[in-house]
């Protein structure tokens, strides 16, 4: 008789131990600085609630990075970030309209709400951005 085995349980241990490795080379440092980069205009106007806005950006951020970096395989074996950010689109897209909710419960000013959706798309981009290439230099020096 064989062994049998769960798949999904390899298939989640393989998943947690790549995005180990992806986020080694990230530090809080870099996403304080792009949080406060993108979002010190919006972070003042919610003076009360600066904190947890600060913690949502950065997972965000997080997750918009381990995006990156699992679509980094593509990119990996000859495709155009470009083609691969589109592949990544739906889940790209929901990333998005959810931190745009966020920012828009906390947006109690009516202008404020036009100057969420870029900025979030912007930031999330950046963060897609930054997976995507550290990953894909990971991979090529075999590290990965």
């Known amino acids: 008789m064989g062994i049998v085995m769960n798949f999904q349980e390899k298939l989640h241990d393989k ?78 897209e929901k990333l998005l309209t959810d931190f745009c909710d966020f920012w828009e419960f906390w947006a109690s000013q009516p202008q404020m709400k036009n100057e969420i959706v870029p900025v979030c798309r912007l930031y999330l981009n950046n963060w897609w951005t930054e997976g995507f290439e550290r990953t894909l230099k990971r991979r090529k020096m075999k590290l990965h």
């Open 15 to 92: 998943q947690q131990a790549a995005e180990r490795r992806a986020l080694q080379d990230l530090s809080y440092d870099q996403l304080e600085k792009s949080i406060r980069a993108c979002f010190d205009p919006l972070l003042s106007k919610v003076p009360g609630a600066k904190d947890i806005a600060t913690e949502m950006c950065a997972e965000y951020a997080l997750e918009a990075f381990l995006l990156g970096s699992a679509m980094s395989r593509f990119g990996y074996y000859g495709e155009e970030r470009s083609v691969v950010f589109q592949r990544s689109g739906p889940s790209f």
